[in-house]
């Protein structure tokens, strides 16, 4: 019989490390994955409703030996409803037995290490000096890079843009139109929702002659001219970047140059920087495996027997 650890999302959130722990472990795993020692098949995903995805995210970390999987959906529908974009679940499994040893809430981590992945890049790669920032969308994702945002630079002036504009308000200094939130921004986050036939506005002539793009929302709002004349484009998964572009997103988008884990193991640079981070399991995994130490350390969670 398997007995499982059970975490809600309460629980993975008071378990979190503090945001430059994150930012670590997100660049320990991007590395570990650009060396070849995580298994990470590309995410395999069912479409029941128009934009919407359920997706299954299997990895597997050699260096730490660690085996989860992340069943995590999609609805934007769901703000009509009042329930979540993204809801998920993260099992992790025995690498030795493969028996199943704990269910973690997805919800915390995804926001969380999403956030991360961007933080580690603005780390690395943006301007030097940056002092102004774009978050276009403002939902839960443009909430949580706005906290590694001030993370990384206390006194960062955040400009934002959200059809809600209290949303937009509650993270910054809020504006009528992406361009004018975009216009002076070194680092510009898009975080809008993922559909099947975006309208991308944000063209090379809307960005400053230094700046880190990262679009964590694919092509809603970034134009295939704007990665276009960027120095240096990194993905999270080359791999998976194909794969989505088969299915029809990143219309017109040039291939990347190399892997973030690449462009962070070997210092790589340029003065227009788009890291197009699509969300790993490896991430995931890492996240889920750090949380579950402390839970177990701490006498967290709930306990189920199979």
């Keep these: 019989?398997?007995?499982?650890?059970?975490?809600?999302?309460?629980?993975?959130?008071?378990?979190?490390?503090?945001?430059?722990?994150?930012?670590?472990?997100?660049?320990?795993?991007?590395?570990?994955?650009?060396?070849?020692?995580?298994?990470?098949?590309?995410?395999?995903?069912?479409?029941?409703?128009?934009?919407?995805?359920?997706?299954?995210?299997?990895?597997?970390?050699?260096?730490?030996?660690?085996?989860?999987?992340k069943w995590v959906s999609g609805y934007p529908s769901n703000k009509q409803r009042g329930l979540p974009y993204i809801s998920g679940v993260i099992l992790v499994n025995d690498a030795?037995?493969?028996?199943?040893?704990?269910?973690?809430?997805?919800?915390?981590?995804?926001?969380?290490?999403?956030?991360?992945?961007?933080?580690?890049?603005?780390?690395?790669?943006?301007?030097?000096?940056w002092s102004t920032a774009a978050i276009l969308g403002c939902g839960e994702q443009g909430r949580y890079h706005a906290l590694v945002l001030t993370a990384l630079n206390p006194d960062v002036a955040i400009h934002t843009f959200d059809i809600d504009h209290d949303a937009a308000t509650s993270l910054g200094e809020a504006f009528d139109n992406p361009l004018d939130a975009v216009s002076g921004a070194q680092v510009i986050v898009t975080a809008g929702p993922i559909v099947d036939s975006p309208t991308p506005v944000i063209t090379a002539d809307w960005l400053p002659p230094e700046h880190l793009l990262l679009p964590i929302d694919f092509s809603f709002y970034v134009h295939a001219d704007a990665i276009a004349a960027a120095d240096l484009v990194t993905t999270d998964d080359v791999e998976q970047f194909e794969s989505y572009r088969g299915h029809g997103h990143f219309d017109g988008w040039r291939d990347p140059d190399c892997s973030t884990g690449q462009a962070l193991n070997e210092s790589r640079s340029g003065t227009r920087i788009a890291c197009v981070n699509l969300g790993v399991g490896a991430l995931d995994a890492a996240f889920a495996h750090y949380v579950l130490d402390e839970a177990r350390r701490q006498g967290v969670g709930a306990s189920v027997r199979l």
Excluded: W
């Excluded at 629980?11 to 570990?32: C, G, H, N, S």
């Excluded at 409703?49 to 995210?57: D, L």
């Excluded at 269910?103 to 000096?129: K, N, V």
């Design 96 to 129: 030795d037995t493969g028996l199943p040893t704990a269910i973690l809430d997805a919800a915390e981590i995804t926001a969380a290490r999403t956030a991360a992945a961007s933080g580690a890049c603005i780390r690395r790669f943006a301007p030097d000096g």
């Design 1 to 69: 019989m398997a007995e499982l650890t059970v975490l809600s999302r309460d629980d993975v959130a008071a378990l979190m490390p503090p945001i430059p722990a994150q930012l670590d472990l997100v660049e320990q795993t991007y590395i570990a994955m650009a060396r070849g020692d995580v298994e990470l098949p590309p995410k395999p995903g069912i479409h029941p409703r128009p934009n919407a995805f359920i997706h299954a995210m299997p990895a597997y970390l050699r260096t730490t030996d660690v085996a989860a999987l």
